[in-house]
């Protein structure tokens, strides 16, 4: 029978990686909630409508790569590709903005995608983001970025770069739009069939693409900023002066897109240049979406996020001090694993990680058990320690052992562990 194994794309994480999994959405976890955020919950599956509309019919995730089938019941249904539009519906679903003129929620959670799997790029990848609704900017805008540059430096991840741009809003990317397709359309035969393809639906696209053709036909090209209203200006301005007041550096990427369409206005990503992160080097990304909340039938609501991918600031961040799994272990003679499970649960209960080998094996196993668990501190229990009330506590380094009372065993053991 063939071997059964996970989905491509897909991953297990094993109990040995998981420390570094806890610290990083510990540190997020608490920076969040120290801006501001509380954390938000949404499913894994939505209608497949929702991101149709809320990411935009022509883009790669809606037009190849989402996870979408029809349950037994008729409806089309996605695995969620992104969190954004799950928030924006889950805020509009609960009305949560007529009790609160502005909003801050994060998540950390799984995403799918069925792109190509390769180092930094997966099917099934962890996000964890933030999502701001109700205030305008750009002040805001600024503060989301810092905070993020912040939860990498607390990481150690520190050689990264902060791209931004402006997307503008009304009829700026109308007008953009009108003056790329103006540009790039004499070069039509040398771009690639995807950026052929994207002249029509969506051009911006082409500024994105990694084809060495599209790039070239790109680096000429008029940029969005040239055609930003005075109000689109001056949010990018005043954007661009907090960061500066706040001590976070940034470059100004005027070809800066992303691949959702929902954006407006501020736009930004930050690139990791250090680790193991190959290709996929882009750490997190986000912006204004001021129009998503109207378009899906809810009030006028300006609305900014991000999202981190977990899996790439794993690439890049460092170990960490080893934390000890196990405080103590103990040891038991066959006749009385009763006992042994008893003083267990008692150091449990008092705080302590706990293992004991029930499995009535030889002590010299168990003590190879106990060696290699890395608890500091074995605890032997037999028949003459019962019969003494009392307990031998082992410590595992220097080989040194005493008689402890029963009673006093917890203390003792905390003693030991200093
Ligand atoms: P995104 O740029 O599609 O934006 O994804 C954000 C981050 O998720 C990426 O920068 C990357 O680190 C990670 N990521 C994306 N795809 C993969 C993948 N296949 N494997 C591993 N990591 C991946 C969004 O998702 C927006 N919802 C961000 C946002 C929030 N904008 C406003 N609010």
């Known amino acids: 029978m063939a071997k059964l194994r996970s989905v491509k794309g897909m991953n297990d994480i094993l109990p040995a990686d ?45 037009e190849k790569e989402m996870y979408t089938f029809e349950d037994k019941g008729g409806k089309m249904l996605t695995l969620r590709p992104e969190g954004t539009a799950s928030c924006v519906r889950a805020w509009l679903q609960h009305s949560v903005g007529g009790s609160e003129p502005v909003t801050k929620w994060y998540y950390v959670g799984p995403m799918y995608r069925r792109e190509r799997p390769a180092k930094g790029r997966y099917r099934q990848f962890f996000q964890a983001g933030c999502e701001v609704y109700g205030d305008p900017g750009p002040y805001v805008d600024a503060e989301l970025v810092d905070m993020v540059v912040g939860f990498l430096r607390e990481l150690g991840v520190e050689d990264v770069e902060v791209l931004v741009n402006s997307l503008g809003s009304g009829d700026t990317r109308a007008r953009y739009r009108d003056a790329l397709v103006a540009h790039l359309a004499p070069m039509r035969g040398r771009l690639s069939e995807d950026s052929r393809r994207r002249l029509e639906t969506n051009p911006l696209r082409v500024l994105d693409s990694k084809a060495p053709e599209d790039q070239e036909a790109a680096a000429s090209a008029p940029t969005i900023l ?22 976070t550096p940034f470059r100004v990427e005027p070809r800066l897109v992303r691949g959702l369409d929902y954006y407006t206005r501020t736009l930004f990503e930050v690139v990791g240049r250090g680790g193991d992160l190959g290709a996929q080097s882009t750490l997190l990304g986000g912006g204004r979406y001021d129009k998503m909340i109207g378009d899906l ?16 600031i794993l690439l890049c961040m460092g170990e960490g001090p080893a934390e000890r799994a196990l405080d103590v272990f103990v040891i038991a003679e066959p006749g009385v694993r009763g006992a042994a499970t008893v003083l267990a649960r008692d150091l449990r209960d008092a705080g302590l990680r706990a293992e004991a080998d029930l499995r009535g094996n030889s002590l010299k196993s168990q003590f190879r058990r106990a060696d290699k668990s890395g608890a500091p501190v074995a605890l032997v229990l037999g028949q003459r320690e019962i019969e003494a009330g009392t307990v031998q506590l082992k410590v595992l380094a220097e080989g040194t052992q005493e008689s402890v009372a029963r009673d006093g065993i917890v203390p003792a053991v905390r003693a030991a562990l200093g």
């Open 226 to 247: 040239d055609y930003l209203d005075d109000a689109d200006r001056a949010h990018f301005e005043g954007f661009q002066e907090t960061l500066r007041a706040l001590g």
């Open 297 to 312: 039938g809810g009030p006028s609501t300006p609305a900014i996020g991000f999202a981190m991918g977990i899996e790439r």
């Open 18 to 62: 998981i420390g570094r999994w806890h610290r990083l959405e510990a540190a997020f976890r608490h920076r969040a909630e120290r801006y501001g955020y509380a954390e938000v919950r949404t499913p894994v599956l939505e209608p497949t409508e929702l991101f149709v509309r809320g990411i935009g019919e022509v883009t790669d995730i809606v």
